[in-house]
């Protein structure tokens, strides 16, 4: 059986947890974009800041697998 990716399981978790789109509803609750919160947050203790820079992986990831939109 091959290896599962961190990523997927963080993603699970995140889905057991009932966390997903945290970090999008604290984006907008400040009037930001997610991608923009996210770099503000990211250097932050704690949740906040975890939640931030798995946004930030997450989004590397995608453009990589030209899934997400390019700059």
């Known amino acids: 059986m091959a290896k599962r990716l961190w990523m997927q399981e963080a993603a699970e978790r995140m889905e057991r947890k009932g966390t997903v789109g945290a970090l999008t509803k604290a984006a907008r609750a400040a009037g930001k974009s997610v991608a923009e919160f996210a770099r503000e947050h990211a250097h932050d203790k704690g949740t906040l800041g975890?939640?931030?820079?798995?946004?930030?992986?997450?989004?590397?990831?995608?453009?990589?697998?030209?899934?997400?939109?390019?700059r």
Do not use: D, E, H, M
């Not at 939640?51 to 697998?65: D, G």
């Open 50 to 70: 975890k939640r931030a820079r798995f946004a930030l992986i997450a989004r590397k990831v995608a453009r990589k697998k030209g899934r997400g939109r390019s």
